[in-house]
């Protein structure tokens, strides 16, 4: 195991004229979305390499260092942090583990990106938002829905005006998982409300983050909350595990520009899985639809394509996306990494210019103060107002 504890600058001398060197937490190589998206992702693109991985177990981090071709393995992400070779830290694990572990990235002054959710709590993610501010590194948030070239283009349509006024956008998000009788044992900690990595935060927090990236913040809204499965088997053990996170959000919301939005998003979808978003405008009409019926994983994986229309009254059509809204060209755009991906790609871009484009912990600060304010109409039956500015920046 490497065991050195050397302090590494944030941005190393000659950073524009060698690939950033990327330490990942939670690269477990068996399983993980580490594995899946992270590592395909940065393997595609040459301004990255990757130099350090980090896993809870020393067998597990030396055999992630064989698969993945990093020279690093630790078990203390404190030390990949720290180590000279790493200029970004990848956190890719369990939600709970965040705030430590981004914390170390920071206390260490490296560049960081986080999966969403940030934190467990509102609370946590102030925390952190603030920690990077003081730091002055580069913090980034696992947002990659916004990179999805169907949707960066569906938000230029709208910001150039093609649909008119915006009156209204519907939402149906449906994900495959729990349709079953039984969860993996990896997923059953998703149940647990305290855990913060449920529907509402995982689901609701990439549809709803993409809603307000393409059409502007959320102002108010009245929110509906349920749990309609209230217990799962684990599937390795048999044994039964209580369900006290919701699976079913109702949404009624108001937007800036004083579009209406409903929205419909839960898990457990037997048959049809997917997304549909669909923006109603005074001149036309746009729709982010997941590829096929087969779109189970979410608006920030699925492979989305575009339909518009050409004129009132006609037909949706699939749109063709230009080609400048794709960067990962090495990957292609079904893989589950490619919005990963292209997200990277981006943040690569700001590292090196020191611009400040991609979703970072401020940003994921305002999308739970968004989720606490689903929670507290839940809650109360009451419309709540949402605080500070809305995503589209």
């Known amino acids: 195991m490497t065991d050195r504890h050397t302090p590494g600058p944030t941005t190393a001398p000659g950073a524009a004229r060698r690939p950033l060197r990327v330490g ?31 896993t809870s177990r020393p067998e597990s981090a030396r055999a992630a260092a064989r698969a993945f071709g990093a020279a690093h393995a630790f078990t203390d992400a404190g030390r990949l942090a720290a180590h000279p070779e790493v200029d970004l830290v990848v956190v890719t694990v369990k939600v709970p583990a965040h705030a430590e572990l981004v914390g170390a990235a ?3 002054g490296k560049h960081v990106y986080c999966e969403w959710p940030l934190a467990r709590t509102t609370e946590e993610a102030a925390t952190l938002a603030a920690a990077a501010e003081r730091a002055g590194v580069h913090h980034a948030l696992g947002l990659q ?12 349509l709208v910001a150039a005006g093609r649909l008119g006024r915006i009156t209204s956008a519907t939402v149906h998000a449906a994900r495959g998982k729990g349709a ?19 529907t509402l935060e995982v689901a609701g927090g990439h549809t709803l983050d993409t809603l307000e990236y393409v059409l502007g913040g959320i102002t108010d809204l009245s929110a509906a909350l349920s749990v309609q499965r209230p217990a799962y088997t684990v599937a390795e053990t048999g044994g039964t595990v209580p369900v006290t996170s919701p699976d079913h959000l109702l949404l009624h919301a108001t937007l800036t520009s004083g579009a209406v939005v409903s929205a419909h998003i839960h898990d457990g979808k037997v048959t049809g899985a997917g997304t549909r978003l669909e923006i109603s405008g005074t001149e036309g009409d746009l729709a982010l639809v997941s590829p096929a019926a087969g779109g189970p994983a979410g608006i920030q994986i699925d492979g989305l394509r575009l339909l518009g229309t050409d004129a009132p009254g006609g037909a949706f059509r699939e749109l063709t996306v230009p080609p400048g ?12 990494g490619f919005n ?35 929670r507290r109409s839940a809650a109360t039956g009451t419309r709540q107002t949402v605080r500070g500015p809305g995503a589209r920046h």
């Open 24 to 54: 990942v937490i939670g690269a477990n190589p068996d399983r993980g979305w580490a594995a899946r998206a992270h590592i395909p992702a940065l393997a595609a693109l040459p301004d990255y390499a990757l130099t350090a991985v980090a």
């Open 106 to 108: 920071l206390a260490a």
């Open 145 to 156: 829905a916004r990179y999805a070239p169907a949707v960066s283009y569906a938000r230029e």
């Open 180 to 198: 079953g009788p039984a969860l993996p044992a990896w997923a059953a900690y998703t149940l647990d409300r305290a855990s913060g990595a449920g």
């Open 325 to 336: 809204h794709r960067s990962a060209t090495a990957l292609p755009p079904d893989a589950e």
């Open 340 to 374: 990963v991906a292209q997200l990277y790609a981006r943040l690569a871009r700001d590292l090196r210019t020191g611009t400040r484009t991609v979703p970072d912990f401020t940003t994921g600060l305002r999308l739970h103060r968004l989720l606490d304010a689903i």
